[in-house]
């Protein structure tokens, strides 16, 4: 069976891990240009059986397979190492039928992206103390996976390079994770269509250098977090309706249409957003962790220092879910949305998640 493309799924395949370890593959959560991502349970030779994401990348052409295997492996190594409760968790890569694979914690919950979608579409703001919060725990992610240590006790110094709000997972229980993190060097590897894609729907949130072809560095994270605070404060950094070559032209000399700061946001808040936006990596802050100081000092000034029960509120307020009716029982996402799932792993969508007001 392959699973690129539109081909037939069949349910309750199993990927034979070797060992007596395999994985029970069942729906489709997401299908993107870049991966397609399906439920599964990881299961031992001695029943220990464990709910999981994973993630299959589409056939790779003859002239960059290799690179391109060999990167995703290594952001997989990379990923495994982390261990951080704002990052979701990496926990295998292999192949099936010759496709590279990666299973991931599943989080049960929906991206960021669509959380902001439902907001808007309903004319409502995400609250200052809320937009605090979760800005704050994707910093924390982003600095916990650049501090983090391989096996061998060295810093990996992994940074994410394509952050943006499809990437940020929003739990059901209020928790912040972001995934992706290394993947955009295996995006980079590749010369294909599906890569090129891939990249245009990130241009939004990425800095000017790596938008520029550059290689980036925590400063580029710094630049895309700054963005996304911005998003859930202000707005999206171009309007929708632009297109792609404009929007990239724009990207690369770190434009950012519309106000940046309102009048009405906080001091202290106004220039964080100014020094994290800066088009010189120089002068923006030299690292995620720095940024992430400051926006928690300004979480607890306004009383938001742990503001997960928000978080959990907000979600059911917007996309009519309640975390304690959530079960396992999961069912197809539209297609709209199964393509941003398949791009920020996104996982289950339980029936009551799919109710709208």
Request: glycine share 8%; aromatic share 6%; proline share 4%.
């Amino acid at each position: 069976m392959r699973l690129n493309g539109h081909d037939a799924f069949r349910k309750s395949e199993v990927v034979d891990l070797g060992g007596g370890r395999k994985i029970e593959l069942a729906e489709v959560l997401g299908r993107g240009e870049g991966s397609v991502v399906y439920a599964g349970v990881l299961s031992s030779a001695f029943g220990v059986r464990r709910r999981v994401a994973v993630k299959m990348f589409p056939s790779l052409s003859s002239d960059d397979a290799e690179v391109v295997a060999e990167a995703l492996a290594v952001a997989a190594a990379k990923g495994a190492c982390v261990e951080h409760p704002n990052v979701v968790r990496t926990y295998e890569f292999g192949f099936f039928y010759g496709q590279p694979h990666v299973v991931m914690e599943r989080v049960d919950g929906v991206s960021l992206r669509t959380f902001l979608e439902h907001a808007v579409s309903g004319g409502r703001r995400v609250p200052l103390d809320l937009a605090l919060y979760v800005g704050a725990e994707i910093a924390a992610a982003l600095d916990g996976a650049r501090t983090a240590r391989g096996t061998d006790g060295v810093h990996l110094g992994l940074n994410h390079l394509a952050l943006s709000a499809s990437e940020v997972l929003l739990s059901w229980r209020g928790e912040v994770k972001v995934a992706d993190f290394g993947y955009s060097s295996a995006r980079a590897a590749s010369s294909t269509v599906r890569s090129l894609r891939s990249v245009a729907k990130r241009v939004d949130t990425m800095s000017p250098e790596v938008a520029r072809g550059r290689k980036g560095d925590a400063r580029s994270d710094v630049f895309s977090l700054g963005l996304l605070v911005r998003e859930l404060l202000v707005g999206p950094r171009f309007p929708r309706g632009m297109a792609h070559d404009e929007i990239l032209s724009l990207a690369r000399d770190g434009h950012i249409l519309g106000r940046c700061i309102e009048p009405d946001l906080p001091g202290d808040l106004a220039n964080i957003l100014h020094r994290a936006l800066q088009v010189d990596p120089d002068d923006r802050y030299p690292s995620v962790s720095a940024m992430a100081w400051d926006l928690r000092r300004a979480a607890i000034a306004m009383g938001a220092a742990d503001a997960r029960d928000v978080l959990r509120r907000a979600l059911a307020r917007e996309l009519g879910v309640d975390a304690c009716e959530i079960t396992q029982e999961t069912v197809l996402p539209a297609q709209d949305d199964a393509e941003e799932l398949a791009d920020a792993d996104v996982i289950d969508i339980s029936p009551a998640a799919r109710r709208r007001k």
